[in-house]
């Protein structure tokens, strides 16, 4: 099993409508959990990260964790073509830090 | 956040031939990691450079095959040596930004022949 899970995609969405990312980790003890953007070519850059159960708001952006179900989601509402790339999750385990496969998502004018 | 200045972003090598990737940080830091990124793949970790000490390599990756210098706590390079084409990928330096996450560079997107 790998550590962190998520949806390879391709993920489409129209202009203006939310999208919805979803990753899930394997380890309960994991302490840290971050949201990255990653367009063509470039380096990924952080777009998010969340701590606590819950729900963590940035712009529009929000992120989604729950512990107990080892689920983390990110939020994009009001999506625009900008937000074209592949996002990979993030998970901070100890000392170890894994990085999920990535889903890309793809908005479309 | 810190600023990581990596270079080449990207270069067409033949098999065979070594490759050194640098990054430059503006600032001191205790860690770097390199990291490499497989087409369609995620970022795998390649090892953990430490000032003063030698590399932590992970599974699969070996000293001989992917030298690394941390000469000083804001510089590091990583040699990708006698190169194959399974060799081409993406190669990014990055370091831990305090709780926040890793900071990557900009990445070296790198083409054996």
């Known amino acids: 099993q790998k550590e962190v899970e998520q949806n390879s995609g391709p993920l489409s969405v129209p202009e203006g409508a939310i999208a919805s990312l979803n990753c899930t980790y394997s380890?309960?003890?994991?302490?840290?959990f971050f949201w990255y953007r990653q367009y063509s070519g470039k380096s990924p850059e952080l777009i998010m990260f969340i701590y606590s159960n819950g729900d963590k708001e940035d712009g529009r952006f929000t992120a989604q964790l729950n512990k107990a179900s080892q689920y983390v989601s990110l939020l994009i509402r009001d999506s625009q073509p900008s937000d074209s790339a592949t996002y990979l999750c993030a998970v901070n385990t100890g000392n170890q830090f894994y990085f999920g496969t990535g889903t890309s998502l793809t908005v479309i004018p | 956040s810190a600023v990581i200045s990596q270079k080449p972003s990207r270069d067409i090598c033949q098999r065979g031939t070594s490759l050194t990737i640098q990054c430059q940080v503006d600032?001191?830091?205790?860690?770097m990691f390199w990291y490499r990124q497989q087409p369609g793949q995620s970022l795998t970790l390649i090892a953990t450079?430490?000032?003063?000490?030698?590399?932590?390599?992970e599974s699969g990756f070996v000293i001989d095959k992917f030298p690394i210098s941390r000469p000083n706590l804001t510089f590091s390079t990583l040699t990708v040596s006698n190169m194959s084409p399974e060799d081409s990928s993406i190669y990014l330096c990055?370091?831990?930004?305090?709780?926040?996450?890793?900071?990557f560079g900009s990445g070296t997107r790198l083409t054996v022949v």
């Open positions: 990055s370091l831990r930004d305090t709780r926040d996450g890793y900071t």
């Open positions: 380890d309960r003890g994991s302490q840290s």
């Open positions: 450079a430490n000032q003063g000490s030698e590399a932590t390599y």
């Open positions: 600032s001191q830091v205790t860690m």
